[in-house]
């Protein structure tokens, strides 16, 4: 029995090969390049487009509700001030402006654009495991106002915080991976 070279059973396989699967490269993949640029007049991705977004939505969906609780705050005291429908009003505009932004974003990209590879899935779950950290920060912190019967309005507001900084720190993390680079093992 002869040893064929693998590239003389197909002539194209190991060119389509490692398009697929090369995972070294740090710049966005052919296959999933959309026509967003970045900084560096380089494409972006699909992953770091919804990163982008969510970082963006998640610090202005706070600032918002900060602008509209906070004057309320300084003429009365804290136990007594409105914050609750403010505070699910702004959640929920959080949730339904990232889904809706995400449907316009894949609606710009190419078809296939929103396929992701192993490095995407490890770029998000890096990012997930560095911005659930700000949770468990906000978590404690909640548990020992709470243990030490501070108002319901501030252990709400720092459990509020700890969710939009595990976004804001999530989506950098994965920004700042597919912008200098994130090495799969």
């Known amino acids: 029995m002869v040893n064929l070279p693998f590239a003389a059973c197909s002539t194209n396989l190991p060119q389509r090969m490692s398009n697929i699967l090369d ?24 992953e770091e487009k919804r990163a982008w977004i969510m970082a963006v939505v998640a610090v202005l969906a706070y ?23 403010a505070l699910l009003l702004s959640v ?33 779950r890096a990012g997930e495991y560095i911005g659930q950290s700000c949770v468990v920060l906000g978590a404690v912190a909640a548990l020992a106002m709470s243990l ?16 939009t900084l595990s976004a804001v720190v999530a989506s950098v993390a994965k920004i700042l991976a597919y912008r200098r680079g994130f090495q799969t093992w």
């Open 23 to 46: 995972t070294s490269r740090l710049t966005p993949y052919g296959h999933r390049r959309q026509r967003f640029l970045t900084s560096k007049g380089k494409l972006m991705t699909y």
């Open 148 to 163: 030490a019967q501070w108002d319901a309005f501030w252990v709400a507001n720092v459990i509020y915080l700890g969710f």
């Open 92 to 124: 929920v505009g959080a949730i339904v402006a990232t889904i809706v932004l995400n449907i316009v974003a894949s609606s710009f990209g190419r078809d296939g654009a929103r396929q992701t590879d192993r490095r995407d899935r490890e770029i998000h």
């Open 63 to 85: 600032a918002i509700y900060v602008l509209r609780v906070g004057p309320q705050v300084a003429e009365t005291s804290a136990a007594s001030a409105p914050y609750a429908s």
